[in-house]
């Protein structure tokens, strides 16, 4: 379809159009005009002049018909208006045809546009494909950002574990873990960023009714078109434990970190520390351990609750070099002069906000 307002310039484009081979189904000298043709003759493509008379220009008629009937537009201009080309890029359009036109300038621009637009269609189409089949599988399936974050789950992932995507998307999967397999997640996620593929990662998951699922986690990473992480997709072949394995169920939030942007499970003995090492929060079951409060320990730094002065340096550089921590022996002061052996494993926070970079470490006794 050809929409021009100026009549000769409209009759030599459809002269020139089908010398070419194409079929010019319907003309039109306005926007509205446009569209209303569009509804009725489903066009392959419109040839748009920009600067049209009426309610609409060529620019709002290209975006109202894009969105409605998904027809590609190549804008017929010969303005070259900073302000009007910009507003012409928002609607996408799919080539520009600049009076006065050749005819293999308009050939070669129509071609581009059809097949622009038919690879694009095949994109959506495939797309569409996957999701349904990524939705409806047999086999529960989850998608993890770099965090750990949830960003989907499909229908079989649900009905396992008996969570909806509005109660878990977003939130840090750890939190749904049994705590004996939270330490493990910590010390192999770390790793998914860099391993193309996970086979076989064993972990109990606590369902929202309480039962507990031992799932074996296989997985690869989608990167983006710059080869970096974008998100790990999981597989999750499962077999039901007997409820009651689990004192603690999952979901739970820590305590005066609930605002903090972190993904911490709310039980078990968790600190968030910056980059350079200053306590920033702690869960009460870390009061408990280190017999103190959270008040007196934040604003400290980790090398004040470390026994001996290397441990500190050495946990943040394994945190700052690989991105995570995995289980190590460190000798803890406590609350009277004394110390404790624990184990601490962790990991460093990649999402947004002012949390960024910050670590989350998992502190328990031996």
Same mark, same amino acid.
């Given at each position: 379809m050809v929409v021009?307002?100026?009549?000769i310039v409209a009759e030599d484009l459809t002269h020139w159009l089908q010398s070419l081979g194409y079929v010019v189904g319907a003309r039109a000298a306005a926007g509205r005009e446009a569209v209303q043709r569009c509804e009725a003759i489903?066009?392959?493509?419109?040839?748009?002049?920009?600067?049209?008379?009426g309610e609409i220009d060529g620019i709002g008629a290209a975006e109202e018909i894009r969105r409605r009937f998904d027809i590609p537009v190549v804008y017929i201009t010969a303005s070259s208006d900073e302000a009007t080309l910009t507003r012409a890029k928002v609607t996408e359009p799919f080539g520009y045809i600049l009076k006065p036109f050749d005819e293999r300038g308009l050939y070669s621009t129509i071609e581009m546009a059809l097949y622009k637009h038919q690879s694009e269609k095949r994109i959506r189409e495939s797309?569409?494909?996957?999701?349904l089949l990524y939705e409806n599988a047999p086999v529960a399936f989850q998608s993890l950002d770099a965090d750990g974050h949830l960003l989907q789950v499909n229908k079989a992932w649900q009905e396992l574990f008996g969570y909806t995507p509005e109660e878990v998307n977003g939130r840090w999967f750890g939190e749904f873990l049994a705590p004996s397999s939270v330490e493990r997640f910590i010390a192999n996620f770390a790793q998914f960023r860099y391993t193309p593929v996970t086979d076989n990662l064993t972990l109990d998951v606590v369902r929202r009714d309480g039962n507990?699922? +031992?799932?074996?986690?296989?997985?690869?990473?989608?990167?983006d078109q710059r080869g970096m992480f974008e998100m790990t997709q999981c597989v999750m072949?499962?077999?039901?434990?007997?409820?009651?394995?689990?004192?603690?169920?999952?979901?739970?939030?820590?305590?005066?970190?609930?605002?903090?942007?972190v993904p911490l499970p709310g039980r078990g003995p968790w600190m968030l520390i910056s980059p350079d090492g200053a306590i920033l929060g702690i869960t009460p079951a870390v009061e408990l351990l280190l017999g103190t409060t959270a008040d007196r320990l934040c604003g400290t730094l980790l090398h004040d609750v470390c026994a001996l002065p290397s441990e500190a340096p050495?946990?943040?550089?394994?945190?700052?070099?690989?991105?995570?921590?995995?289980?190590?022996?460190?000798?803890?002061?406590?609350?009277?002069?004394?110390?404790?052996? +624990?184990?601490? +494993?962790?990991?460093?926070?990649?999402?947004?906000?002012?949390?960024?970079?910050?670590?989350?470490?998992?502190?328990?006794?031996?």
């Open positions: 021009e307002d100026e009549l489903r066009p392959d493509l419109v040839l748009m002049d920009i600067l049209l008379p797309e569409e494909r996957f999701r507990v699922v +031992t799932a074996a986690l296989k997985g690869s990473i989608a990167v072949g499962s077999r039901m434990r007997p409820a009651g394995d689990v004192p603690v169920l999952a979901g739970a939030r820590a305590e005066g970190l609930q605002d903090a942007g050495e946990i943040l550089g394994l945190l700052a070099s690989a991105g995570m921590l995995e289980p190590r022996p460190v000798s803890m002061k406590v609350s009277g002069g004394g110390t404790i052996e +624990t184990i601490i +494993t962790g990991f460093v926070f990649h999402g947004q906000g002012g949390m960024t970079g910050s670590c989350c470490l998992h502190i328990r006794k031996p």
